[in-house]
């Protein structure tokens, strides 16, 4: 079942806890989080390697789910859905963008572009699919397969096909993590027009320059929030990370 909440996140946490494994090996990849993103804001997650980024991204994203307290994407309160209306939520609401960009190799850009609305039941339209790959800076490449492309080319044909079903809120892990340092700017820059016009985006990044690109940073350690940036440059998240890694 879900609920519609009243609020002004793109993305709410309260509470927040995942657990893996059990007894003594117990992990508690996510420990009681309370977080709110803001709709219409980018916020990058940082924090060092096994803080529980990825974790805490897949519970906002309802590609898992939490062992306690509420989740709340959108206005609708996800904590107790069903696999069919998660899936659901997945397909209409959430965008999700990888490091491995995680196309199909056999289809062309708008085939790939166009699936998320097939899967949906749509028939989509080319005219559709073409200004969604435009707005991407790949309207010379529909036609392409994955291997014809780039690897910053692979990943704005997976950012356009999670903005086919124009989400709620874009969710992107390691979106730059594969990627040279030039397509890496393509792509920052290409979000960064994407937060500016409205889009919810929550990254999860190592690389203290994407983050510096966001509105803000969240810190976390242990699978807690341990701290929080607004409009900090590269060198200010480089520090505050260094501190937190020690
Ligand atoms: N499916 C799983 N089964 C068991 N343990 C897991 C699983 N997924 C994650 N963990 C553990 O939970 C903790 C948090 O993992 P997570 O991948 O969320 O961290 P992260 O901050 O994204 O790490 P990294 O920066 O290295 O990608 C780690 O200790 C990890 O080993």
């Known amino acids: 079942m879900t609920t519609?909440?009243?609020?002004t996140a793109a993305v709410s946490l309260r509470g927040v806890t995942r657990t893996y494994g059990r007894g003594?090996?117990?992990?508690?990849?996510?420990?009681?989080?309370?977080?709110?993103?803001?709709?219409g804001g980018w916020t990058a997650v940082m924090g060092p390697s096994g803080s529980g980024k990825s974790t805490l991204l897949h519970l906002a994203a309802g590609?898992?789910?939490?062992?306690?307290?509420?989740?709340?994407v959108a206005g609708t309160d996800i904590t107790d859905a069903g696999d069919q209306q998660l899936t659901e939520l997945r397909r209409t609401r959430i965008g999700f963008v990888f490091q491995s960009f995680n196309l199909i190799g056999s289809l062309t850009a708008e085939q790939n572009v166009a699936l998320p609305l097939r899967l949906a039941g749509r028939a989509?339209?080319?005219?559709?699919?073409?200004?969604?790959?435009?707005?991407v800076g790949l309207a010379d490449r529909?036609?392409?397969?994955?291997?014809?492309?780039?690897?910053?080319q692979q990943q704005r044909v997976a950012i356009a096909r999670a903005m086919v079903t124009r989400p709620d809120v874009l969710?992107?892990?390691?979106?730059?993590?594969?990627?040279?340092?030039?397509?890496?700017?393509?792509?920052?820059?290409?979000?960064?027009?994407?937060?500016?016009?409205?889009q919810s985006i929550v990254m999860v990044t190592?690389?203290?320059?994407?983050?510096?690109?966001?509105?803000?940073?969240?810190?976390?350690?242990?699978?807690?929030?341990?701290?929080?940036?607004?409009?900090?440059d590269t060198h200010a998240v480089a520090e505050r990370l260094a501190a937190w890694e020690r």
């Open 63 to 72: 590609l898992e789910r939490a062992d306690a307290g509420r989740v709340v």
């Open 142 to 152: 529909v036609r392409h397969r994955p291997r014809e492309l780039s690897g910053g």
């Open 124 to 135: 989509p339209r080319r005219s559709e699919v073409r200004s969604v790959l435009a707005s």
């Open 171 to 198: 969710f992107a892990d390691e979106p730059t993590g594969a990627l040279d340092s030039t397509s890496a700017r393509t792509v920052l820059d290409l979000l960064r027009a994407m937060a500016d016009a409205g």
């Open 24 to 39: 003594s090996a117990a992990i508690r990849a996510v420990d009681d989080v309370d977080l709110d993103l803001p709709r």
């Open 4 to 7: 519609t909440v009243q609020t």
């Open 206 to 232: 190592h690389d203290p320059g994407a983050a510096a690109r966001a509105d803000a940073v969240v810190f976390l350690r242990d699978g807690r929030i341990v701290d929080r940036l607004a409009g900090a």
